[in-house]
């Protein structure tokens, strides 16, 4: 499908050009937003991808991942990844889909909650910069100090003179943090309000997912056009060529984590340093021990006696 001549070279640059108070209310399965490759990216129709090509494609991905941790282990990288996007776009789900086959020492995530009132009275980035890696470790940032450029500017958190500084100082401090010797990795996950909506009702009508809803996605959902324009403000700032964003078009969230993970693995190179196939040695059975009955222990009743 042809894109807009407009949306192909996305850049900072460009969104400067543009009327920024001229959004309409997103309809159908477009974003409300003119100034990135979103509206573009919704357009095309791709059907959802199916669990079976799925969990092939991951599993495929997960070695690749493994290899990546070790890579990083090896050579002393630092590596943060921030994971941002709408409510419910599939940060979780993708964050998610890398972790589960890494070692949690090497690869961790990051999840802050509000800042106390003490950390209010800090330097703005103070508290993410104690989450940043050291080496041979990745960090994966579920929102991240981009709140204050989204949650906090439109919902009134932070006044618009520290919104100011915000989007003035980040780029510093992200060139600063990848002169120490960082790799940083932006990415937005991109969700029309179609998806979205489906994926509330989803979570409203499942208890398991219930937790994920607060009184705060109902908020966003209302300001749907409020947090476009905050987003495109943001990218105009901070979408730079040391610390670009790459968007992610999350409405089929296979294909998304799938997507995600190909990025993640060619932005940093690496190297196959998995250690050598293990031999197990035999068990030991030269020791006269007669271990305690097994009744003496307390084990759990098997409710699944009655399963098949």
Same mark, same amino acid.
């Given at each position: ?29 477009? *974003?409300?937003?003119?100034? #990135?490759?979103?509206?573009? +990216? ?14 092939? *494609? ?10 990546? +941790?070790?890579?990083? /282990?090896? +050579? ?44 209010? #009275? ?8 104690? +989450? ?98 905050? /987003? ?71 409710? #699944?006696?009655?399963?098949?």
């Amino acid at each position: 499908m042809a894109k807009d001549k407009k949306s192909k070279d996305h850049s900072a640059k460009s969104h400067s050009k543009k009327d920024k108070n001229s959004l309409d209310f997103p309809t159908s399965a477009q *974003e409300s937003s003119q100034f #990135t490759q979103e509206n573009d +990216q919704a357009i095309a129709v791709i059907p959802k991808l199916s669990k079976k090509t799925y969990e092939k *494609e991951l599993a495929k991905l997960e070695i690749e991942l493994v290899k990546l +941790q070790e890579w990083i /282990k090896q +050579q002393g990288l630092k590596v943060v990844i921030i994971f941002e996007g709408r409510d419910a776009a599939g940060k979780g789900g993708a964050i998610k889909s890398i972790t589960q086959c890494l070692n949690p020492r090497l690869c961790r995530v990051v999840a802050l909650g509000k800042p106390s009132d003490y950390e209010r #009275t800090q330097w703005y980035f103070q508290r993410y910069t104690a +989450q940043l890696p050291a080496a041979g470790e990745m960090v994966l940032f579920d929102r991240s100090w981009y709140n204050r450029a989204g949650v906090e500017h439109v919902m009134g958190y932070c006044t618009h003179e520290e919104y100011v500084e915000f989007l003035r100082s980040c780029p510093e401090f992200e060139d600063m943090i990848q002169r120490s010797g960082i790799t940083l990795i932006k990415y937005w996950f991109s969700v029309s309000d179609n998806e979205q909506e489906i994926r509330f009702r989803d979570r409203i009508k499942d208890p398991r997912k219930r937790w994920k809803f607060s009184p705060m996605d109902l908020e966003a959902r209302a300001r749907w056009v409020e947090y476009s324009k905050a /987003k495109d403000d943001m990218f105009n700032a901070t979408d730079t060529q040391l610390s670009p964003w790459y968007t992610i078009n999350a409405d089929d969230k296979r294909r998304a984590r799938l997507n995600c993970i190909s990025h993640l693995l060619a932005k940093i190179p690496y190297e196959d340093v998995l250690p050598a196939a293990i031999e197990l040695p035999p068990i030991q059975n030269n020791m006269v021990y007669v271990r305690p009955p097994m009744h003496l222990q307390n084990f759990i009743p098997d409710v #699944t006696g009655n399963l098949r």
